[in-house]
């Protein structure tokens, strides 16, 4: 078989299969639940990313298939070649096909990135909000203090508002994740940050701790529950009054352990 | 590095293995770049976050005089080094060593003084971020001259035993590179740390 | 009768040593060890030093100890007081060939030191592996079945040793053996210098292994502080245990830099030089420049933690973020320092399984210098989530997206060197082909930790475990397994069975995947990192994940086996079994000491397979 007819044989595989791939890839819903239109941008550039890595994949794959298939010699004794061994063909490169694999692999590179780019500022969106949280993290539980002076361990905010938190920490790095609405953001210490999220969906849904802060790290989840905003408010004016100052913490320099 | 002199192959050998020392010295002296660099680094992020400098609540700042007389010492040291591996490239034994005590002495004071400075500093390893960059920085860059100035007396020594010649003096120069990059240290802390 | 041998090997061993003192190299060394702790601990007890203050001033001064009594400093005190150089002890530091107790002492000729590091790494490789596989028992089910506080430890420990071992396995132990080889040297440009290289590394390792007994560290290998400023004393000793493993690797930089740039043969230009060898340098490169910043970072928080230093105490005004800024400057070019010198053993391999020239050599030379470079311009991507400047990100994003296309050319060059070839599938060959598939697993998901969007989700998941897993085992180890196998012949004069080497590859290969594919899935699923437990629904992929992790380690006994059986007994290998190009296979199995009756000359590169061979020359040939 000539070496075109490998090439030609070879891609004919790799359109079919790459073909195949991004047509099942295309009709996926990759992150499991999409409840803020944040997660819902993350999920499409999850599906692009998938997409763009099936002719990738197959790329190489049928490659090293083929090659496995067609290109193998016969085999030698138990130790050292075989006796006859012939060489292949002295090619010690291409130089278009060299130049043609630089230029787009560049160009894939360039288009993801673009693509990223804009999905990150889309994420960020506008930095004003309807609703604001500080959100307190500590050894080994996550605290929220609402703008009506109220304290909880649960955190409510309203669907369709752009919603702003404040991530806190005084002790060491956590970090605040709630998959559903595909944000997460380190706490801190001496560096407050910031997530805004619009939540597209009601419901209740877990958050944890995304950051090793120690012993209790794996057992530092919270619960987020989305509701009307009515809900929400009725919910604030029923919780208990904070009472003045919670007492001290202990110092950072008291072994979690 | 042997202490016989010889001829011919052997000596293509010696200025090939000297050269190797030399590129040697010169790898390390970019990985020490790239250390204080890092220490740098640190400094001017915390300084730049920081409210006002030195910090609310730290009183002291380091005077300039005894630093100042400081750079002037290391900067002529670096000079005499300079003296003393001419000395070594004309053969000539007792300039080396005139050279070399010279570079020793101006360390060696140099380090006397930087010791009574930090005594009477007011301030130590643990005043806050002030204190912490400040002697990391001056830290590690003593013991880069104090470990210098034993190299120094360590070829100085050789020198007397007449052991360091035109062909042989490659941990003389070794030295000297070490010694001009400490000198080039202070100079960026001293603008950095005192003057800015 | 066993009296009388015990006695010849000890006067072997140490002919003129009075009864007292111990036999040179390692008894020396932990004789040196023990007193420089007891010194070092006696003097922070007088200083009534803290606990942290005391372990630093002890295993200071114990390293300093273990090291002179090894003799790594023999020669150059000696030649600091101006003392003449005993010429012939100079020599037989080289070692006799043939005698096992060079590889206890400190040998300066780079075929011991190699075989040190290789044997030292798989010993690591080994224990790391156990400590996974405690983990792996931990996470089988939904649950806490052992310890919190012990699982963290382990965690950070198996974090640490294989990073180690990912460090220095290839480089210290391959390259040191076969890079002065391959380019028509007699040794490496410091022979002492590469000894006390490896002989760093012992107490360090020790210290890392022995630190749950001191307290554990449940920081990962990554040691953030403020978490890192808090936790036990464990902690400290894997800071300063990495901080010794930097120096030993910037000191054996400078001697590679040194040895490739300054020993080559004649008419060995750079680019004639082995791919393998142009990829160590590369790596040699990446430690001389970046190592340093992590020991800067490593130090400011050790200061922290036992002189009262603020570097990383938001409340004393210091920044937490910094710490990560310098920690991954330094850990970005070191996966680097890791994947690199693996992508060169398969590039070196490929092309003698083939049959055909590398493919594309220049530009693959050139894809490891870009990668090199721009290894220092990508390190926040690990930051996404920090709450770094939000600035950053854009222009982060770009520099690792980038990054991917050097990195590209490495299958361009292995899939090209295949292509049209005349495969002989040899073990080292059968690695090559699985190398190919489990770094490119690693490359594809490492695009979707680059792209921001994605990040958001992904950052702290099982998804990035499962990544770098196949990065680094994928180039790194799979790297080392094809050349410790390609090799073998050449250090043992023995060739390793190859059934046995066949079912290892399978068996690993299989498990591998099957342990790390499914954990890309739970990552997506919402399964975090660094955690003991999980919710209930990931239990039976979790325990899918651990009978496949088990296997791992049972294939990893089978190569172990072959390995040590064959060392003994296997068939004597010919000098050139696979018939290769480059210079290390053109002289005897084992080398003699010297390498090279005499020194060749070298008049293309090492991949002229399809071109008519030259006449064999007298002396070696390159080709």
Same mark, same amino acid.
């Given at each position: 078989m000539s070496p075109r007819r490998h090439l030609l044989t070879a891609g004919a595989v790799w359109v079919v299969l790459s073909v195949l791939g991004i047509v099942v890839v295309a009709?996926?819903?990759?992150?499991?639940v999409i409840a803020s239109r944040e997660a819902a941008i993350e999920n499409h550039a999850f599906v692009l990313l998938t997409a763009v890595s099936v002719p990738v994949l197959m790329l190489v794959v049928v490659g090293l298939v083929y090659a496995a298939l067609r290109f193998r010699a016969p085999n030698g004794t138990a130790d050292g070649m075989a006796d006859g061994i012939v060489d292949g063909p002295p090619i010690h490169g291409h130089r278009g096909f060299q130049a043609a694999w630089l230029a787009i692999s560049l160009l894939m590179v360039l288009g993801l990135f673009a693509y990223g780019a804009v999905g990150l500022v889309e994420i960020r969106g506008a930095q004003a909000a309807d609703f604001e949280v500080q959100v307190e993290a500590e050894q080994w539980a996550w605290h929220y203090a609402y703008a009506n002076g109220v304290r909880s361990t649960e955190l409510h905010v309203p669907v369709d508002r752009r919603v702003h938190l404040v991530i806190k920490s005084d002790d060491v790095i956590h970090s605040f994740w709630v998959p559903a609405f595909g944000v997460k953001q380190d706490a801190v210490p001496g560096h407050p940050t910031q997530i805004y999220v619009t939540a597209t969906h009601a419901g209740t849904f877990p958050g944890m701790c995304a950051e090793l802060c120690g012993l209790g790290h794996t057992g530092m989840t919270t619960t987020v529950v989305v509701a009307d905003q009515a809900a929400v408010d009725a919910w604030l004016s029923n919780q208990p009054k904070p009472s003045p100052k919670p007492s001290p913490k202990p110092s950072p320099e008291a072994s979690g352990s | 590095m042997t202490t016989h002199a010889a001829i011919g192959a052997h000596d293509e050998e010696a200025a090939a293995a000297a050269s190797n020392m030399l590129l040697a010295v010169k790898l390390a002296i970019l990985s020490e770049v790239m250390l204080f660099g890092a220490l740098f680094a640190a400094y001017f992020v915390i300084r730049g976050e920081s409210p006002g400098w030195p910090p609310p609540g730290h009183l002291e700042r380091p005077e300039l005089v005894l630093p100042g007389f400081n750079t002037l010492l290391l900067v002529s040291s670096s000079v005499t080094m300079q003296l003393a591996v001419r000395a070594a490239r004309a053969g000539n034994q007792s300039r080396i060593l005139r050279w070399l005590g010279l570079t020793l002495l101006l360390g060696g004071t140099f380090i006397v003084i930087q010791a009574y400075e930090f005594s009477t500093n007011g301030f130590g390893l643990d005043a806050g971020t002030f204190g912490s960059t400040f002697y990391i920085l001056t830290g590690f860059h003593g013991a880069h001259v104090l470990a210098g100035a034993i190299l120094i007396a360590i070829v100085a020594n050789r020198t007397r035993l007449g052991l360091v010649s035109v062909e042989h003096h490659t941990a003389l120069e070794g030295t000297s590179y070490y010694w001009h990059f400490v000198d080039v240290v202070w100079i960026f802390l001293f603008s950095s740390l005192y003057v800015l | 009768m066993i009296a009388t041998r015990v006695l010849a090997a000890a006067r072997t061993f140490a002919p003129r040593s009075r009864s007292f003192v111990p036999r040179p190299g390692l008894p020396r060394a932990i004789l040196g060890a023990i007193i420089g702790f007891a010194l070092g601990g006696g003097l922070a007890a007088e200083l009534k030093a803290e606990p942290g203050q005391m372990l630093a001033l002890a295993y200071l001064f114990g390293l300093a100890g273990f090291l002179l009594g090894v003799g790594a400093f023999r020669f150059w005190l000696t030649w600091a007081v101006g003392r003449e150089i005993d010429v012939a002890e100079e020599h037989a530091a080289h070692g006799r060939a043939g005698e096992w107790q060079r590889y206890f002492r400190f040998t300066t000729d780079h075929k011991v030191i190699g075989v040190q590091y290789l044997v030292t790494a798989f010993v690591l490789f080994f224990t790391a592996g156990t400590a996974a596989m405690f983990m792996r028992f931990e996470l089988a089910?939904? #649950?806490? =079945?052992?310890n919190k506080e012990l699982y963290n430890t382990i965690m950070s420990t198996h974090g640490a040793m294989m990073i180690t071992v990912a460090l220095v396995s290839i480089i210290g132990g391959l390259g040191n053996y076969l890079v002065p080889i391959m380019i028509g040297a007699r040794d490496m440009a410091f022979p002492k210098a590469n000894a006390l290289s490896y002989w760093m590394l012992p107490l360090a390792i020790l210290l890392v292994a022995i630190n749950p007994l001191l307290g554990g560290f449940d920081s990962g290998w990554t040691a953030y502080p403020p978490l890192s400023q808090q936790a036990n004393l464990g902690q400290q000793a894997y800071l300063m245990a990495f901080v010794t493993v930097g120096v030993s690797s910037i000191l054996s930089a400078i001697n590679f830099l040194v040895t490739v740039f300054r020993m080559?043969?004649? #008419?060995?230009?750079l680019m004639r030089m082995p791919i393998f060898v142009w990829a160590l340098t590369v790596t040699a490169a990446l430690a001389l420049i970046a190592t340093s910043v992590v020991a800067a970072a490593f130090t400011m928080l050790l200061f922290d933690r036992i002189l009262g230093t603020a570097f990383f105490r938001a409340s004393r005004g #210091?920044?937490?973020i910094l710490f990560q800024h310098l920690f991954w400057f330094y850990s970005h070019p070191a996966v680097y320092i890791m994947a690199l010198p693996g992508l060169g053993a398969i590039l070196e391999v490929v092309p003698v399984f083939a049959r055909k020239p590398l493919f594309a050599y220049p530009l693959a030379v050139l894809s490891f210098i870009s990668i090199g470079v721009m290894s220092f311009m990508v390190w926040a991507h690990h930051m996404f989530?920090? #709450?770094? =400047?939000?600035?950053?990100h854009i222009p982060i994003m770009l520099t690792t997206e980038l990054i991917s296309v050097p990195t590209g050319i490495v299958f361009l060059s292995a899939l090209g060197t295949i292509w049209l070839g005349r495969i002989q599938f040899k073990v080292p060959m059968l690695w090559v082909f699985g190398f190919i598939w489990a770094f490119l697993i690693g490359g594809i998901t490492g695009v979707f930790l680059a792209d921001v969007p994605t990040d958001i989700a992904l950052s702290d998941t099982a998804f990035v475990v499962a990544h770098f897993h196949y990065t680094i085992v994928g180039g790194t180890i799979f790297g080392l397994f094809a050349g410790t196998y390609y090799w073998f012949p050449k250090i043992t004069g023995r060739m390793y069975n190859e059934r046995l080497g066949r079912l290892h590859f399978w068996w690993f290969t299989l498990a591998f995947n099957a342990t790390f594919i499914p954990m890309f899935w739970l990552g997506i699923e919402g399964m975090r990192r660094r955690v003991a437990d999980y919710p209930a629904e990931f239990g039976t992929v979790n325990l899918f994940i651990s009978i496949a992790a088990f296997n791992i380690a049972l294939s990893v006994g089978v190569f172990a086996f072959n390995m040590i059986r064959s060392w003994k007994t296997g068939p004597v290998a010919e000098s050139n079994p696979w018939q290769a190009q480059t210079l290390e296979w053109q002289i005897a199995s084992p080398p003699p000491i010297q390498n090279f009756d005499e020194i060749p000359t070298v008049t293309a590169t090492p991949y002229q397979y399809g071109s008519p061979r030259p006449a064999a020359a007298e002396g070696s040939s390159g080709s």
């Open positions: 009709g996926l819903q990759i992150i499991p | - | 089910q939904p #649950g806490i =079945a052992t080559r043969a004649p #008419g060995m230009s #210091g920044d937490v989530v920090s #709450g770094m =400047a939000e600035f950053f």
